[in-house]
């Protein structure tokens, strides 16, 4: 029966026609994931990273620097590339494919992505095209090669300052502020890449800044690879003891007087008289050397 309603009245609820449900985002297609693959071995990925690799449908890595292990649980029926002879040209025709289809891709870079990576020109394509881009973290060799040697690249009243950098002059270019030179000035823990081919001039450049000749370096060849190779030594050894055994690439170079083996400096951080928020002081004099 048809309900009426008497004149004048106010309907509440106005019957409505439904109509189809239509999602006007727009549709997501595909993914290009930058994987750090960490220094070397293959149980020092991440494991998101791991799990990425392990579902992707394209899997991009260079075996000049990553170890073939890393990519060895991508899934099978995936497609796995080595870029190791491969340019950003080449590689990108693989990025529109993902975009078109759908697909998962796995770009697996040495180290951690954001140090010497070159993905920004990639995610510039990647968004060109239009496919959602990501990245994980990696251990980088520099932290590798601390932890490797048992070191803290930090220590309270001696360096709490980490400087990364390269040495200039070589064929990629640097901006003009940016020298080692200048860098040393500052008298700070300092991790430097791809500048083992002139170690001579990076031994020189650090002394010219200003570090003394006696300043502790810390030396990592494919740093957690099977055939790794540390040293300590001072840094008026360093192009001697790199020339020794051969040290022209795959190198990180680490210097500063944080690193030598007697300091006994201390933080407040676990300090008995220092106060923070999940703990209280009890009393006791903030004391920042440990005795001898």
């Given amino acids: 029966m048809r309900r009426r309603h008497r004149p004048g009245a106010l309907l509440l609820h106005r019957p409505r026609r439904t109509r189809p449900h239509r999602d006007r985002r727009p549709a997501v297609t595909g993914e290009v994931v ?63 494919r993902a975009h078109d289809e ?44 601390a932890a490797r040697m048992d070191a803290e690249i930090t220590i309270p009243e001696v360096s709490q300052t980490l400087i990364l950098t390269r040495l200039e002059g070589g064929r990629t270019p640097m901006p003009d502020r940016e020298t080692v030179r200048g860098f040393a000035a500052h008298g700070v823990t300092m991790a430097l890449y791809l500048s083992a081919a002139r170690n001579k001039v990076l031994q020189d450049e650090l002394l010219a800044g200003g570090y003394p000749p006696q300043t502790p ?13 540390m040293l300590r030594c001072r840094l008026d050894e360093l192009s001697a003891s790199m020339k020794e055994h051969k040290l022209w690439k795959h190198t990180v170079v680490l210097v500063g007087p944080a690193l030598a083996e007697t300091a006994r400096t201390r933080s407040h951080l676990y300090h008995p008289g220092f106060r923070h928020e999940y703990r209280s002081a009890d009393g006791t004099p903030l004391v920042t050397r440990d005795p001898a």
Avoid: K, N
């Fill in 34 to 96: 930058f994987v750090g693959a960490g220094p070397g071995a293959a149980d020092l990925i991440t494991l998101r990273g791991a799990q990425v690799i392990a579902r992707a449908d394209i899997v991009i890595w260079a075996s000049s620097l990553v170890d073939p292990a890393i990519v060895a649980g991508a899934r099978p029926g995936a497609l796995v590339i080595d870029s190791a002879s491969e340019s950003l040209e080449d590689i990108t025709p693989l990025y529109q």
């Fill in 102 to 145: 759908g697909l998962l891709v796995a770009r697996v870079h040495t180290g951690d992505p954001s140090i010497y990576g070159a993905t920004a020109e990639q995610r510039r394509i990647c968004d060109r095209i239009g496919i959602p881009h990501r990245t994980i973290p990696g251990v980088s060799a520099f932290s590798a090669a």
């Fill in 217 to 229: 370096c810390i030396v990592g060849y494919r740093v957690s690879w099977p055939d790794e190779l």
